[in-house]
C-alpha cells in the first residue's frame, strides 16, 4: 500500500500563489508516476499535472505556464507550484500514485490507484 498525504492549500486572492506538497509513503518507489487532479463541486474530478519516474511532466492546458509539477526524490514528496492563481482554479486537489499508467499525458484519473485525502484551495476575485 501507498500512503499520500496533501498539505499547503489555503484561501488566497486572484493573481496569489500557492505550494502544495503531497508526502508519499509506504511501499512507494520513486519510480512511480504521480499526478495532481482537482474537482470543483459539480465537476468531474480533472487532471492537473503528473510526473513520471524519469522527470518528465505533463499539464492540463489550463495551468500550463501557471503551475509547475515537482519531485523530492529524497523526502518522497510531490508538489504543485500554483502562481497567478485564478478563481476557477477554486476546487479540492488530490495527489495521486501508481507504478503503472499508460502515459502519463493522459491525466486520467482512471489510471491512478493511490489517492490522498485531498486539500482544499479557495481562490478569492
Known amino acids: 500500500q501507498v500512503q499520500l498525504v496533501e498539505s499547503g492549500g489555503d484561501s488566497v486572492q486572484a493573481g496569489g500563489s500557492l505550494r502544495l506538497s503531497c508526502a508519499a509513503s509506504g511501499y512507494f518507489q520513486s519510480s512511480y508516476y504521480m499526478g495532481w487532479f482537482r474537482e470543483a463541486p459539480g465537476k468531474e474530478r480533472e487532471g492537473v499535472a503528473a510526473?513520471?519516474?524519469?522527470?518528465?511532466?505533463s499539464y492540463a492546458d489550463s495551468v500550463k505556464g501557471r503551475f509547475t509539477i515537482s519531485k523530492d526524490v529524497a523526502k518522497n514528496t510531490l508538489y504543485l507550484q500554483m502562481n497567478s492563481l485564478k478563481p476557477e482554479d477554486t476546487a479540492m486537489y488530490y495527489c495521486?500514485?501508481?507504478?503503472?499508467?499508460?502515459?502519463?499525458?493522459?491525466?486520467?484519473?482512471?489510471?491512478?490507484?493511490?489517492w490522498g485525502q485531498g486539500t482544499q484551495v479557495t481562490v478569492s476575485s
Open positions: 510526473i513520471e519516474g524519469d522527470g518528465a511532466t
Open positions: 495521486t500514485a501508481d507504478s503503472s499508467i499508460n502515459s502519463v499525458y493522459d491525466l486520467s484519473p482512471y489510471e491512478y490507484n493511490y
